[in-house]
């Protein structure tokens, strides 16, 4: 019994760094910020305590709020979507046998994850100009007026997303890895039955593929309701606030406007959506199998 509990006390000891860290940078915020929530707080003075007044603000009186509550969920379901569809797409070609230069093209399609946010805003604010941008000089050889793209309230999100879509070498990447893992049998029973390409895909690819599909969906919302760096670069929520998200809105009424309990309100608005979204896809997914 003595030797069960010196090995218990050592094992705390060991983990004591741990278990002092999470308390005090993880447990006693998230627990702060539900405090703050029911309160009028702008850092300076004491909080006040006001009941579910921020949460019926949000929710009843903020006519921003479900603005960029839809501009988040506008990333969601049509930008991680397309997203997930070309990344698929290019992890399939990717992983076609037999063609030189695989390996090039593979660290090619990762190099812009390590790029810094600063600037990866600055390029794409240079690539999709209106005016002189790379993007629209190659439509207008061919004679197409190009969009005002970050300057358009109506091609502002798409432009976000083809800055998504430029940077997603990590879930390329996983798509890969699990493109290997999907025996080289079923293919080869597949073609015997007469199977073609676009056949294998449907019936054996994507099936193989739900749980990396899965994986990359759920971290894919998680990233896009954290996306606060680039935004707020590039347009600072404009034009007439096309691009502001909720980490932005959130930043706003945290360190702009000072109103704190507006904000942790905010957090757990989005904690329950992301539980929500996070749950469905979980739902879906075993449906799926």
């Known amino acids: 019994m003595n030797t069960e509990r010196r090995n218990l006390r050592n094992g705390l000891l060991f983990i004591s760094p741990w278990i ?6 993880t447990a006693y915020p998230l627990f702060s910020s539900l405090y703050y929530s029911f309160t009028q707080y702008n850092l300076i003075s004491e909080p006040i305590f006001v009941g579910w007044q921020n949460y019926y603000e949000l929710l009843f009186v903020d006519n921003i709020f479900y603005t960029v509550l839809g501009n988040t969920l506008y990333m969601i379901f049509v930008g991680l979507t397309l997203t997930t569809i070309v990344t698929i797409a290019i992890a399939i ?10 390996s090039f093209f593979r660290v090619v399609f990762f190099i812009p994850t390590l790029v810094p946010f600063v600037v990866l805003a600055i390029l794409w604010i240079w690539i999709l100009q209106p005016d002189s941008g790379v993007v629209n000089s190659i439509l207008a050889w061919f004679g197409i007026d190009g969009p005002g793209w970050f300057a358009s309230p109506r091609w502002a999100k798409p432009g976000f997303i083809l800055m998504t879509i430029w940077m997603s070498g990590n879930m390329i990447l996983i798509y890969l890895a699990a493109l290997g893992d999907i025996p ?6 597949s073609s015997i039955d007469g199977a073609n390409v676009f056949q294998k895909i449907i019936h054996i690819t994507l099936p193989m593929l739900r749980p990396a599909i899965l994986f990359n969906t759920i971290t894919g919302m998680i990233g896009v309701f954290q996306s ?8 600072d929520g404009g034009p007439e ?8 809105y959130l930043y706003r009424n945290a360190f702009q406007y000072f109103n704190m309990g507006y904000a942790s309100a905010m957090a ?22």
């Open 20 to 25: 002092i860290g999470f308390l005090c940078f």
């Open 93 to 102: 070609l990717l992983n076609t046998d037999g063609i030189k230069g695989m």
């Open 184 to 189: 080289k049998s079923l293919y080869e029973a």
């Open 228 to 235: 606060f760096a680039e935004a707020f670069i590039i347009t």
């Open 241 to 248: 606030n096309a691009t502001l998200f909720y980490s932005l």
């Open 268 to 289: 757990w608005i989005l904690l329950i959506i992301a539980l929500t979204i996070t749950l469905v896809f979980f739902l879906l997914s075993k449906r799926w199998e």
